[in-house]
């Protein structure tokens, strides 16, 4: 009786203790992302009547309205190899949870067999046996059911990795979509620049011939108009690099490619920019990833601990045989055969404590990588909300300084060619207001790629 005292308080102790090994994973409630002041110190101005809308529940298809951009993304998301891989491994984590799935189940093997023997010249026996093989691992402390758990955080873990691909690529097309069309007025802006600095230098020429001006200043206008030339050219090298590059991505052979003009389809910013929080980083497919990878972790080192408890192992056959053991019968018979077999470890080699250890401490580096993944991710959008207002703040100033250079050399040629102004002055101005035309032009582009930014570190671009 005392003995059945001791099993029953043996077996209610392991009940106890296995308890937690069917216990959920949960995101640690310390990490940064539950901390609502992660991305404070930046305030926006709303830019629209959609209050609270985040940009990371928009699709790219709402957040880039140019039609044109749109064929250009929906074709990368089509052909790029880089995002084909992606979408492998997820039907490749799939297969793999399925497997883990069907764990529970028992394994069935058909095993026929057959033999000649003979004893000392005596005649043949034939014997044969057509058996159907069981074998089936009970779960008795969670050891299956962590591992389909840990197989469904890989599964997840590669849907969040096809989301970044995706995320990124569409972001790499609007790039350098956005780069060809400021490229584009980049270069209007030198070709005009070009005919105007052609007639400036057609008057410098003139004048000289008249004796009204030094054959230096000629000389030194010339000069610059050819500056002009060869920016216009590296400029159109610009586009072809640009479209090149472009191409690779969509994975076409190099061509051109069509485009609107700078500004005819400006980015959708009918929405809220200010008010983030922490709680929006979630969008982000690389910190759900890194989420998920913790929680692979977890469920390995509960698959570990699993590993020290006993496992339930059934196993049998059934089928036909003619050998009865010491005798030959014929027609066969039915044989079954069922087996039970428990083991519980007592003495592995320390590789179960070594097997836990390491599974502890992956856990405990996985939690650091997915602190730093957070900080990194508010960091990124606060630098993207910060670029975005610096370049919307310098774009006035640009405006009313292209306005201002622009009535300051209309003014200055005709004071050269009234004779009251040097040619200096108005190759001083010449060369201002091409300088600020191609930095307004930039910063354009600049703010477009600081929205972009902002949009894929909060999330978007996954839809």
Not at 314 to 322: M, R, V
Request: charged content about 15%; overall charge neutral; some cysteine.
């Amino acid at each position: 009786m005392n003995y059945k005292n001791i099993f029953a308080a043996i077996a209610l102790c392991l009940a106890l203790t296995s308890c937690g090994l069917y216990k959920k994973y949960e995101t640690p409630l310390s990490s940064p992302v539950g901390d609502t002041n992660a991305l404070v110190g930046i305030e926006a101005s709303p830019r629209g009547g959609m209050e609270g809308v985040s940009l990371a529940q928009m699709s790219w298809r709402q957040f880039f309205t140019d039609p044109l951009l749109q064929q250009l993304i929906e074709q990368a998301l089509a052909n790029n190899t880089n995002l084909a891989s992606a979408r492998i491994a997820i039907e490749q984590s799939a297969a793999s949870l399925k497997a883990a799935r069907l764990g529970y189940l028992p394994e069935f093997a058909f095993a026929p067999q057959g033999a000649l023997s003979s004893f000392d010249l005596s005649p043949v026996t034939k014997t044969y046996s057509l058996p159907l093989q069981m074998s089936w691992d009970v779960e008795l402390f969670g050891s299956i059911t962590n591992k389909k758990r840990a197989a469904k955080a890989v599964f997840l873990q590669a849907q969040c990795g096809e989301e970044a691909v995706r995320s990124n690529l569409v972001s790499a097309v609007a790039q350098h979509y956005s780069m060809l069309q400021i490229l584009d007025r980049q270069l209007e802006i030198l070709t005009q620049t070009d005919s105007l600095w052609a007639a400036s230098l057609e008057t410098q020429k003139s004048l000289w011939e008249n004796g009204k001006a030094y054959s230096t200043a000629v000389n030194q206008m010339e000069s610059s108009w050819l500056n002009v030339k060869t920016q216009i050219v590296d400029t159109r090298r610009s586009i072809r690099s640009t479209e090149n590059s472009l191409c690779r991505l969509l994975a076409i052979t190099p061509q051109q490619i069509a485009r609107n003009k700078w500004g005819s389809h400006a980015l959708s910013t009918s929405i809220a920019l200010g008010g983030f929080s922490a709680e929006m980083l979630r969008n982000r497919p690389d910190i759900r990833m890194a989420d998920h990878m913790m929680e692979e972790a977890y469920y390995n080192t509960q698959t570990a601990r699993a590993a020290f408890f006993p496992t339930l192992t059934l196993s049998g056959t059934l089928g036909w045989t003619n050998n009865a053991g010491g005798a030959v019968v014929d027609p066969g018979k039915l044989l079954l055969n069922i087996m039970g077999q428990l083991t519980q470890p007592i003495f592995t080699r320390g590789k179960l404590k070594a097997s836990l250890k390491i599974a502890k401490l992956t856990q405990e580096d996985l939690l650091g990588k997915y602190t730093q993944t957070v900080i990194d991710a508010g960091n990124q959008v606060n630098e993207a909300l910060a670029d975005f207002q610096a370049t919307a703040e310098k774009d006035g100033y640009y405006n009313r300084q292209v306005a201002t250079l622009h009535d300051a050399y209309t003014g200055t040629h005709e004071l050269m060619d009234n004779g009251k102004a040097s040619y200096l002055e108005v190759l001083t101005a010449q060369e201002s207001l091409l300088s600020a035309q191609l930095s307004e032009a930039m910063n354009k582009y600049n703010a477009t790629q600081a929205l972009i930014a902002l949009y894929i570190a909060l999330g978007g671009g996954t839809k």
